[in-house]
């Protein structure tokens, strides 16, 4: 999982369409020992830590390309299984300091602690040097909420400056946004989309834990050494020169410094009528890139429908994790067991049960390993820029990401609940299952924008994500919440998410296979189009496919 709160973890989990006719796809044809011969292979330490673009990759799309063809599976990309990506690493020797300077004096940010900042132009050197520092709010355009952060203001060649989430979160005002719960226009990949629409040289976001979610080592973790990414065509020259962090406290310090108080700032910015302005400051950042070129790839094999073999229902995992740290003492390996191992295992499980079905399923059901989602999901980001079959044919969109170790619960978590039509079917199957739903636990931390689905639902694909709820079925009731927040303090994104099926309890991870399962095979045999609900952003982008 990339970035993900803890009770994300939990949900992980996900959905995906599959298989065959009315009631008999049912039970059991999904084999635990098949699942967990998979996880364990996967989390091997000859996958090295599975890493793109490196010896890592080679071993596991290996090992995908070879489970693909044993299980009879077709490849989607004409005669290959893989969606080959070019990308590329830029390696910056980062500035040690930024100097915020003004005609009352500076600031000075240190790299790594005060600030981070990466680019995504693909270019041997990055140079905005003293340009004036525009304060835009929350960095929102949003004509459907009548907001516009940039309104009246060229920003063009300036660095922007703006806070983390957005003003409902800020007021807790049910009537703003949509309240407490994070919109995507809370989310950082947002404001560095639009600040780079507007044309703003750099942008820096005032992190704060709570709106976050998650504290500055999480903004600092992958931001710091080589980053890898996808050229768009153009050498990312469409991105902002650069895309930074400032800490909450050196942010009140450059806002003193410009004599003004950042806490009376961000209350006018989290109301309407805030106006963005210079702040009568001024920054440079340069930086010098070493550049590489590899490729990574996506692998995507389907079981082809009998009646409908050009609408097609997506089971996704990502296979990909963070490779090997060869500085660490003892284990030097991020096996990532938990994630995503039990998710790629996942799919290869299901597909070994549709395949194991007396009858062919009606519609395409496509199994899809993807790449790079530790590294800002874009595995999935280019496969929707670049899809192999064409989405408006894409049923939907089941993601599997860090399935639940802790055991069955009462309840799942579902990530994206009220917002689709799928809505009905996984509530038809979890009634037949005897359990319950809850949506996501933390709705103001965003996990719909943290996984793969969320690319899918960008161009109009309904998408789900689901997990293990906070509820175990034997344990007290405080217990999933205990153990999962011990979890990610100690193993995740850590050398120690390792297969370990004596600790594990995995009959909660068969049981929400078998969910995803069942509302798959549902799918494949229907000719319905699950539909977004009237309030969801996506409709709009799903009702032109539709009508076409
Ligand atoms: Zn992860």
Aim: aromatic fraction near 12%.
């Amino acid at each position: 999982m990339l970035n993900k709160n803890l009770l994300a973890l939990l949900t992980a989990f996900i959905f995906l369409a599959l298989s065959c006719t009315d009631k008999s796809t049912n039970n059991s044809s999904l084999d635990k020992q098949v699942f967990l011969k998979h996880v364990e292979e996967i989390s091997s330490d000859k996958f090295l830590g599975r890493k793109p673009a490196t010896k890592g990759e080679e071993v596991t799309i290996d090992y995908l390309i070879s489970e693909y063809k044993k299980l009879g599976l077709m490849p989607l990309n004409g005669e290959s299984y893989l969606q080959p990506i070019p990308v590329a690493e830029i390696s910056p020797e980062y500035q040690k300091t930024l100097l915020i300077k003004g005609k009352n004096g500076k600031v000075i940010l240190n790299h790594g602690d005060d600030y981070v900042a990466i680019t995504k132009r693909i270019e041997d050197k990055i140079e905005v040097v003293n340009k004036d520092i525009i304060f835009a709010g929350y960095g929102i355009v949003a004509p459907e909420y009548n907001w516009n952060d940039y309104e009246g203001i060229d920003v063009k060649d300036k660095i922007v400056i703006v806070m983390v989430n957005d003003p409902g979160y800020a007021t807790k005002d049910p009537e703003l946004f949509t309240g407490k719960k994070m919109t995507y226009y809370g989310r950082w990949t947002y404001k560095y989309e639009e600040a780079a629409r507007q044309g703003a040289a750099g942008i820096l976001i005032i992190h704060e834990d709570g709106a976050a979610s998650y504290p500055w080592a999480v903004v600092q973790n992958g931001r710091m050494g080589p980053q890898l990414v996808v050229d768009d065509g153009n050498k990312n020259n469409s991105a902002c020169k650069f895309e930074g962090w400032i800490s909450l406290n050196k942010a009140k310090e450059i806002f003193s410094l410009a004599g003004l108080n950042l806490e009376d700032e961000l209350s006018a910015a989290a109301k309407r009528g805030f106006k963005p302005k210079s702040i009568g400051l001024s920054t440079s950042l340069v930086m010098k890139n070493k550049l590489a070129y590899h490729t990574t790839n996506n692998v995507l094999g389907y079981i082809p429908g009998s009646e409908r073999p050009d609408e097609y229902i997506f089971y996704m995992a990502h296979w990909d994790h963070f490779g090997f740290d060869s500085t660490l003492a003892g284990d030097q390996i991020f096996n990532g067991a938990v994630d995503n191992a039990t998710g790629v295992a996942g799919i290869l499980t299901i597909a070994k049960a549709i395949k194991d079905l007396p009858e062919k399923l009606k519609r395409s059901v496509v199994f899809f390993a993807l790449t790079m989602e530790e590294f800002g999901l874009l595995g999935s980001d280019y496969y929707v820029k670049h899809p192999l079959v064409p989405i408006e044919r894409t049923v939907v969109a089941i993601n599997l990401d860090g399935l639940n170790i802790f055991g069955p619960t009462k309840n799942y978590s579902v990530i994206g609940y009220g917002l689709s039509e799928l809505d009905n079917y996984i509530k038809d199957e979890a009634d037949k299952m005897g359990k319950t739903l809850m949506p996501e636990t933390f709705p103001e931390a965003g996990s719909f924008f943290r996984s793969d689905h969320f690319n899918f639902a960008k161009v109009g694909v309904p998408s789900v994500y689901m997990g293990a709820g906070d509820e175990h079925m034997t344990q007290p009731k405080d217990y999933m919440q205990k153990v999962t927040s011990e979890w990610v303090k100690e193993n995740y994104h850590k050398v120690t998410d390792n297969y370990e099926p004596d600790k594990w309890n995995t009959e909660g991870m068969m049981e929400l296979l078998q969910i995803v399962y069942n509302i798959g095979s549902r799918l494949t045999n229907e000719s319905t189009f699950p539909n977004w609900y009237e309030n969801s952003p996506y409709k709009k982008i799903r009702d032109g496919y539709l009508k076409k």
